[in-house]
């Protein structure tokens, strides 16, 4: 089983950037498909993007495509989540996740980080 740590988070002016990294425990971490989702104070937990296992492929929600960029590094046990163009709305606590399965699944994540918040102001 892997454990997840997120950092990077804080508070950022509409705009700006910010860059999230995730630190897996395990040293096969490149058996796993990684993700990041995020959840809003009083909405669900939703998608962000995720990586295939090896970085080759990478999968966005339509809400953040062109603004975000998920990368990993498997050297590292490492999974990145860089935010540029920063708006109000990416507001959120967000979490990384692992999977066995295709890294296009997004039901298929379940390992998970503690989550690191995101606060965007306008």
């Known amino acids: 089983q892997v454990q997840l740590a997120e950092s990077g988070g804080g508070l950022v002016q509409a705009g700006g950037s910010l860059r999230l990294s995730c630190v897996a425990s395990?040293?096969?971490?490149?058996?796993?498909?990684m993700a990041w989702f995020r959840q809003a104070p009083g909405k669900e937990r939703e998608f962000v993007g995720s990586v295939s296992r090896h970085g080759g492929g990478t999968y966005y929600a339509d809400s953040v495509q062109g603004r975000f960029t998920i990368s990993r590094d498997n050297a590292k046990n490492t999974v990145y989540l860089q935010m540029n163009s920063l708006k109000a709305e990416d507001t959120a606590v967000y979490y990384c996740?692992?999977?066995?399965?295709?890294?296009?699944?997004?039901?298929?994540?379940?390992?998970w980080g503690q989550g690191t918040q995101v606060t965007v102001s306008s």
């Open positions: 395990r040293r096969t971490f490149s058996d796993y498909a």
């Open positions: 996740a692992g999977s066995l399965g295709p890294y296009t699944n997004v039901v298929e994540y379940n390992y």
